[in-house]
C-alpha cells in the first residue's frame, strides 16, 4: 500500500513563502514520477509542478515558473515544493501525486494530468492574505 503524507501547508501573508514535504512510504518514491497538484474551491485540480525519478528532469505550470521548486531528497523518500513570492492566487489545497502512468506504460497523458497519477495524499491547505 502506497502512502504518501503531505506537511507544511499554513498561511501567509503575499510575498511569503512556505515549503511542502512528501514523505512517500514505499518504492514508488524512486521508480516513478512524482508531482504536486492543487485544488481552489470551484475549481479542477491544477498540475503545479512534477519530478522524474532521477530529480534531473522537472515540470511546472507557468503560472508557478520562477517562485516554486520542486526536489526529492531520496534518503528520506521525500519530495518538497518550495513555494516563494506566495500570492493570493496561490490559495488552495495542495495534493501530492505519485506513479504516472505514461512513465510505466506510455501514453499521451501529460505530467500536469491528474487522471494520470494513481496515488495521491490527504492534502494540505495553503492560505495566502493579501
Known amino acids: 500500500q502506497v502512502q504518501l503524507v503531505e506537511s507544511g501547508g499554513g498561511s501567509v501573508q503575499a510575498g511569503g513563502s512556505l515549503r511542502l514535504s512528501c514523505a512517500a512510504s514505499t518504492y514508488t518514491y524512486s521508480s516513478n514520477c512524482m508531482a504536486w497538484f492543487r485544488q481552489a474551491p470551484g475549481k479542477e485540480r491544477e498540475g503545479v509542478a512534477a519530478?522524474?525519478?532521477?530529480?534531473?528532469?522537472?515540470y511546472y505550470a507557468d503560472s508557478v515558473k520562477g517562485r516554486f521548486t520542486i526536489s526529492k531528497d531520496n534518503a528520506k523518500r521525500t519530495v518538497y515544493l518550495q513555494m516563494n513570492n506566495l500570492k493570493p492566487e496561490d490559495t488552495a489545497m495542495y495534493y501530492c501525486?505519485?506513479?504516472?502512468?505514461?512513465?510505466?506504460?506510455?501514453?499521451?497523458?501529460?505530467?500536469?494530468?491528474?487522471?494520470?497519477?494513481?496515488?495521491w495524499g490527504q492534502g494540505t491547505q495553503v492560505t495566502v492574505s493579501s
Open positions: 519530478i522524474y525519478p532521477d530529480g534531473g528532469n522537472t
Open positions: 501525486a505519485a506513479d504516472w502512468v505514461p512513465f510505466r506504460y506510455g501514453g499521451d497523458w501529460p505530467l500536469s494530468e491528474a487522471r494520470a497519477y494513481n496515488y
